[in-house]
């Protein structure tokens, strides 16, 4: 978990974000999904000044690992210097070793945030759910921890000043806030409230806007008079020419065989999975990944 240099803002990461929220949902299912409706609670990963620093470290490990139903996993918790925020041992477990940097001693608030990141790769570990190169899998992990109810921690020990900044996690303030989002949107949660860090506020409701605005994307009945008059001239090219003007747009066109009917493609505004749909009006239509009802009108 880097946590120096510049803080990077934006949405340079958004493809793998939405990827990972795909892939989650793939592999642990919508109920197994679903059963994380409820995040990790700030009075449960409180840690004051005046707590045994071993102790407390150990204590809010246990939320996370009980959060995330490890109940056979035992995270043994130390310090020491080094460049990374924490790093954790993926073995064949029950034990994990997780290490924090030295620097966590006197940042105690935020033990919680690099102990929800380490504790979600021991998770990921054990589902064999991984993405390829260190990176993307990092975001992966970053992504899994906000959408499974403990990286609004992450983003909560976002910090930035004019003297220093403060970030943890691969994900940018705006992308962790984007995550959360969807969450928040799926859940019914309202994370506003959990926030001390009034740069992870900002950045959630930056989030919050991009999220909402998958929502309002054609086919989608929620779309506006603009892109709803973009979706139809698009639909007549495709009918007239074969294709939409631009396949790498949130929507394209195919038809399965030279004389079969339009048919639309574009992702689910949840899971982010494809969903191909006739190219024939007003439709609603449920995502068999991640049950969503969506009015379209294609």
Not at 80 to 104: K, Q, S, T, W
Not at 272 to 283: C, E, K, S
Request: hydrophobic share 35%.
């Amino acid at each position: 978990m880097p946590d120096d240099g510049p803080v990077e803002h934006g949405y340079p990461h958004l493809e793998t974000v939405r990827a990972a929220i795909t892939a989650l949902y793939r592999r642990l299912s919508y109920d197994t999904v679903h059963s994380f409706d409820t995040s990790v609670a700030p009075a449960d990963v409180a840690f004051c000044d005046t707590d045994d620093l071993h102790l407390g470290a150990q204590r809010v490990a246990r939320e996370m690992v009980r959060h995330l139903r490890l109940p056979d996993a035992r995270m043994i918790v130390s310090f020491r210097e080094m460049r990374h925020a924490a790093f954790v041992e993926l073995a064949a477990g029950p034990e994990y070793f997780i290490e924090l940097n030295d620097r966590f001693r006197s940042h105690r608030r935020d033990i919680g945030a690099a102990l929800a990141h380490e504790v979600m790769h021991v998770y990921l570990h054990r589902l064999d759910l991984a993405f390829p190169g260190t990176r993307d899998n990092e975001i992966l992990t970053d992504t899994a921890t906000t959408y499974l109810g403990a990286g609004w921690l992450l983003l909560d020990a976002y910090r930035e000043d004019g003297a220093s900044s403060q970030k943890l996690g691969y994900l940018t303030p705006e992308e962790f806030g984007y995550v959360l989002a969807k969450r928040a949107l799926a859940f019914g949660e309202a994370p506003e409230t959990w926030f001390t860090s009034p740069q992870a506020y900002t950045a959630y409701t930056k989030g919050l806007a991009r999220a909402r605005h998958d929502q309002r994307q054609p086919p989608l009945t929620a779309a506006g008079w603009a892109g709803r008059r973009r979706y139809a001239k698009d639909r007549r090219h495709a009918l007239d020419h074969g294709a939409a003007p631009d396949p790498t747009g949130p929507y394209s066109f195919s038809r399965p065989d030279a004389s079969g009917p339009l048919r639309v493609s574009f992702p689910c505004p949840t899971c982010h999975q494809r969903i191909r749909l006739p190219a024939r009006g007003r439709v609603r239509a449920r995502c068999g990944l991640c049950r969503s009802v969506l009015d379209c009108d294609t």
